[in-house]
């Protein structure tokens, strides 16, 4: 069933939470998930690393069921005010006919990611009506050096209330 409204997140601010997960494929360079959560704390942010960040399951992040209590667990918080994930890759689309629709519609939050996160972010704007963002991943560009235009309209558009 689709939604027939629009769901909007509150925009970002200093201070707040941002969850990180991996609902696709594992980070293979732990030292990039740190990097990344330094560079977001830098900025001025709180972060909070998912449970299950850092299991490996053969080709994805942990067993389809760490990778859903990480989502789903980070939708619930409500001290999370945005969810980024660390990378993309392949498993997303596993996930989709498992996820709590009705729980992330009640707690609508940002979600920022590309590649195979997209499967997640089409589902939540299916189901949801929840918009999302295609933006730099934790473990990728985090981790590394951001293109500084991107990284100037990424952090204008999650901090804007337009």
Not at 39 to 62: D, F, I, P, Q, T
Not at 85 to 103: C, E, F, I, K
Not at 113 to 120: C, E, K, N, P, V
Request: charged share 20%.
């Amino acid at each position: 069933m689709a939604s027939t409204s629009i769901l909007k997140p509150r925009r970002l601010k200093k201070g707040d939470l941002i969850g990180i997960v991996t609902p696709a494929s594992p980070v293979s360079d732990a030292s990039r998930i740190e990097k990344g959560v330094q560079y977001l704390e830098r900025l001025g942010y709180s972060v909070a690393v998912g449970a299950n960040v850092g299991e490996v399951h053969g080709y994805l992040a942990g067993t389809d069921e760490e990778r859903l209590s990480d989502l789903h667990g980070l939708f619930a918080d409500r001290r999370v005010k945005a969810i980024i994930a660390l990378r993309g890759g392949y498993g997303t689309p596993r996930l989709l006919s498992q996820l709590n629709y009705r729980l992330i519609s009640r707690n609508p939050k940002i979600l920022v990611g590309y590649s195979d996160i997209t499967a997640l972010q089409l589902a939540l704007w299916r189901k949801c009506g929840l918009v999302t963002f295609n933006g730099p991943m934790t473990a990728v560009e985090m981790a590394n050096t951001i293109d500084p235009y991107t990284e100037e309209m990424f952090w204008q558009t999650l901090t804007s209330t337009k």
